[in-house]
């Protein structure tokens, strides 16, 4: 049988999202029954761009899952410095390793490492491309603060070059959920990110201010306006800092509005929305765990 | 002998691609990796008046008979375009491009960020979508108009 990959939020159904959930579900709720499923398993990470949440997220679930976990290292002192390929480079952890994940700087990374390998690959974030478990983990946590029927999800800042944006944007349209995408003219969604909702019959509301939807939304999902995205200082100055949110902002919103935030922020989250009931944040980033280790269960569970 | 018989002459062995929309036929050539540097016969005739398409371009090679992916591209910009084989002056084969579900190799992703071009050892691979294509890795869109514009490096 050939390996599960988990390369893109796009490919996911709604069948797939939610057996994710409800797995990581049963595993927040009694994690010491999972503590074993993958006793000597290892994981391998190659994280080609710099990671703490995400690299650290994964090795903690491996962990509570009994497994261990192999990392390459910063890029800095692998043999990526010597020119090697990532086709290469995979295939010399498939030898160590018995899942990689990889996080690359190259749209696509992960579907070429996928074609090299017969072992797992999960992708942890292509370029600008996709990052399908931190969509996962903002799903359960939108399930859980608010639920993922029939509400209303602002998307805020950087859609255009956001990896965390355009796999949210591809899950959210599974289900039934207004989507408001909230950018400056220059950072709005890529044509082919835009091409798929479209395809999937999903009528997006566009603005450039979040007052402008503010008080109809049930989650606000803010992202940094990621300055190694963009090819030119210029253009990146001309947009940060387009969207803050402070607690006084968020006192014309919906009582149960969620605010999430894939992390770190910089300045998109005032420090005063923390002690609202708004903020999900640290909550949502907290979920990564349930959500990484449900995901590894999956990709990992069988024998070898 | 007519007008398009004196700008198009028969060819002995090779193709005639005919049909192209006008002014499509440079484009051809540029798929065919055809800058007459190499010595091959070439003849193209440009806006030629056609009953089927009202002017058509005609491109004929001589000593070449196209590449399966080769005319799959070729259909991206000229859908009802024709493939004559031509063997001893006679026409051996003549058929009707069709539109692949899927284009490999042949043109390069325009996404500088794309990991195909990245220098990874992958054939670039493109999904054909009405009136696009969309890049495996990337996930991006190309208008079939920009096709002709990405051909890949030394092709």
């Not at chain 1, 859980?144 to 796999?167: F, N, P, W």
């Not at chain 2, 070729?74 to 284009?103: C, D, F, H, Q, S």
């Not at chain 2, 050892?121 to 991006?140: A, E, K, M, N, Q």
């Amino acid at each position: 049988m050939p390996p599960e990959h988990i390369l893109s939020a796009s490919a996911l159904t709604r069948d797939d999202i939610e057996e994710v959930l409800s797995a990581a579900e049963a595993i927040a709720a009694a994690p010491a029954a999972h503590q074993d499923r993958l006793a000597h398993r290892l994981l391998g990470l190659l994280f080609f761009e710099p990671s703490t949440r995400t690299r650290m997220s994964f090795a903690a679930a491996m962990q509570r899952l009994g497994g261990g976990v192999i990392d390459m290292g910063s890029v800095d002192t692998s043999s990526v410095q010597k020119g090697e390929s990532l086709a290469d480079t995979v295939r010399v952890i498939e030898g160590y390793a018995d899942a990689i994940v990889l996080r690359h700087p190259s749209e696509g990374a992960a579907q070429v490492a996928s074609e090299f390998v017969d072992i797992p690959v999960i992708n942890a974030g292509d370029g600008a491309g996709q990052h399908p478990t931190q969509t996962l983990l903002d799903l359960y946590t939108i399930e859980e603060a608010v639920g993922l029927e029939d509400i209303a999800v602002g998307i805020v800042g950087d859609l255009k070059y956001g990896r965390t944006v355009h796999s949210l944007a591809a899950a959210l349209s599974r289900f039934d959920v207004d989507q408001h995408l909230i950018a400056p003219p220059s950072l709005q969604l890529p044509d082919h990110v835009r091409y798929d909702l479209d395809s999937a019959g999903v009528q997006v509301h566009e603005h450039t201010d979040i007052e402008a939807c503010l008080e109809e939304l049930d989650v606000l999902y803010m992202t940094r306006i990621q300055r190694e995205r963009f090819p030119d200082e210029a253009e990146y100055r001309a947009v940060a800092g387009a969207y803050r949110v402070s607690a006084a902002d968020l006192t014309g919103a919906r009582e149960h509005l969620a605010v999430l935030h894939p992390l770190p922020r910089v300045d998109e989250i005032a420090a005063d929305v923390d002690a609202t009931p708004h903020a999900w944040y640290f909550r949502q980033s907290a979920n990564g765990i349930a959500v990484r280790m449900a995901l590894l269960e999956q990709v990992l569970g069988g024998s070898r | 002998m007519s007008d398009r018989q004196l700008r198009v002459s028969k060819i002995r062995d090779g193709t005639v691609i005919d049909h192209l929309p006008a002014g499509t036929a440079l484009s051809v050539l540029a798929i065919l990796g055809i800058d007459g540097s190499n010595g091959e016969g070439v003849s193209v005739g440009m806006n030629v008046r056609s009953g089927r398409i009202a002017t058509k371009d005609i491109v004929k090679v001589e000593g070449r008979e196209l590449s399966q992916e080769e005319v799959d591209v070729i259909a991206i910009i000229a859908p009802v375009a024709t493939i004559n084989i031509i063997r001893g002056y006679e026409v051996a084969e003549k058929t009707r491009v069709e539109t692949p579900t899927a284009v490999e190799g042949v043109l390069r992703c325009p996404n500088p960020n794309c990991i195909t071009n990245q220098d990874e050892p992958v054939t670039t691979r493109f999904r054909v979508l009405d009136g696009h294509l969309r890049c495996r890795y990337c996930r991006g869109l190309i208008a079939d108009a920009a096709v002709p514009d990405l051909l890949a490096v030394g092709f």
